[in-house]
């Protein structure tokens, strides 16, 4: 590229801050996301995909079920069901310990997590260079976590610190309660404690319970995995900041199970290829990323990293990676009666696999994808917005405009559109000058723009715009689909 060409893009700097708005408004302008039952003036914290947004989800969900079942051929897919025996999640824990701990401010009537509230003002104290403090806090509260009574050591560690809610400086605060996460409901016609069953808040005991029909099924042999897709549920205590924190989400799981002893090296391994999943596979930008390492470790894990990225409202996890001993199956052989050991043929070795698990919330990565794709710039002098978005995770492949309806350019776009139809989501456009059909296109991320024009019709060429560059150069009609399909991969 010269760099005239060069040039005609100037990027703008965006406020963080503003940020958020503009991507509310566009997800609901160009149908990627709307407010569930909106003519009733929704519900809180859930959302509906729209036609452009479940193309980009279907993409997202696409790329990961390939990298885990195409990339492993020791990695193997199911689809297990939302509701299951409740005894299952008597065994997991979430039944005694799927709680979080919930605090209220009398004053503002606004509720928070206790955890975060606390995790918060740690971090202001280092941001302000207080490490001091910041360290002195940080030992309480991972006292407060090992306390016999947890809900009063916060709160004391909240009062005695004289620690505020950073939205509103507000810190009249109730006592700490624990609040369940899980979705309850009743099966059948009785609604009686009997009948309780729950909507499940991840997708990974509906892999744990299917380890050994998996494992004959399919023939697998330790170390294998396991990769599932689906929705979970939980009842969020503080929910927002759009599509970050839902009661209803998507979450891309994967349990890779380990002879015992190999588990670390295990977890290295997934640890780098998930990382660089997102910014080879997706395109999201390296610098946006970050790895945090958890001190305070969930019961059942020996180690745990999550990915955050950094959104406009603050860095925050996008993916949990962690070793989760043999927890989960001990704890299934225990509850169900049912011998959970796997044996080497090999060696005939017997063992409870251990287990490695990779956790991405698909939702959370749909808005840290918008967010690293939202751009304001200006070609030749006239502004744009355009996401940036990777053309494999973009909704739409390419739009097919004719420069003209008249003069036959109408009906040689409208066969090409059916062509490539065939193989990828493209959209056709003749409304409207040229350049307003680049700026729709741009805005919801549509890599290339082929135009059918005069020199078209006589010499079988098109012109194909780069998004982001807003070049441009002429291809053969018989070209376009190799062009694309390249594109893509
Ligand atoms: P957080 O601390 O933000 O509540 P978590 O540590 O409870 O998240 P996990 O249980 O590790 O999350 O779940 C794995 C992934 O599922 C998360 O990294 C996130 O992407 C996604 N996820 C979890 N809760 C939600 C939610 N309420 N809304 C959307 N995605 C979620």
Known sequence: MSNSEQKRVQSVKLPPDKVMHKLVSLAKRRGFIFQSSEIYEGLSSCFDYGPLGSELKKNIKDLW??????????????????????????????????????IDDKTTKRRYRADHIIENHIEKLRRD???????????????????KDSNRALYELIIAEGIKAQDTGS?????????????????????????????????????????????????????????QIGKAFRNEIVKGNFIF????????????????????????????????????????SREKLHWYKHD??????????DIKFEFPFGIEEIEGIHSRTDFDLKQHQEFSGKNMEYIDQLTNERYIPYVVETSAGCDRLFLALLADAYTEDSVDGEERVVLRLSPKVAPVKAAVLPLMKKGGMGEAAL???????????????DAG??????????????????????????????????????LQERIEISRVKEFLAAKLV
């Open 245 to 284: 924190r839902m009661v209803e989400f998507e979450q891309m799981e994967m349990q890779y199970f380990v002879k015992p002893g190999t588990q670390a090296e295990a977890f290295e391994a997934w640890r780098e290829e998930r990382f660089n999943w997102y910014t080879e596979s997706l395109g999201i």
């Open 129 to 147: 260079g207080k490490d001091q403090d910041a360290l002195r806090v940080q030992g309480r509260y991972e006292a407060a976590g090992g306390a």
């Open 433 to 470: 000058s040229i350049g307003k059909r680049y700026r729709r296109q741009d805005e919801i991320g549509t890599p290339f723009c082929i135009t059918v024009d005069h020199q078209s019709l006589e010499e079988n060429t098109v012109t194909v715009r780069y998004r982001d560059s807003a």
């Open 296 to 305: 305070k470790l969930a019961h059942y894990a020996d180690l745990a990293y």
């Open 415 to 429: 066969k090409l559109r059916d062509e490539l139809s065939t193989d990828f989501l493209i959209q056709y456009d």
């Open 171 to 227: 810190g009249d605060w109730t006592e700490v309660r624990q609040f369940n996460l899980m979705f309850q409901c009743n099966m059948g016609a009785v609604a009686d404690t009997a009948s309780i069953v729950y909507l499940r808040p991840e997708t990974a005991q509906g892999i744990f319970v299917n380890f050994h029909n998996v494992r004959e099924s399919s023939r697998m042999r330790v170390p294998f995995g396991i990769a």
């Open 65 to 102: 079920w390939k990298s885990m079942t195409r990339r492993h051929q020791n990695i193997v897919g199911i689809d297990a069901s939302i509701m299951m025996n409740p005894r299952v999640w008597e065994a997991s824990g979430h039944v005694s310990s799927f709680n979080d701990p919930m």
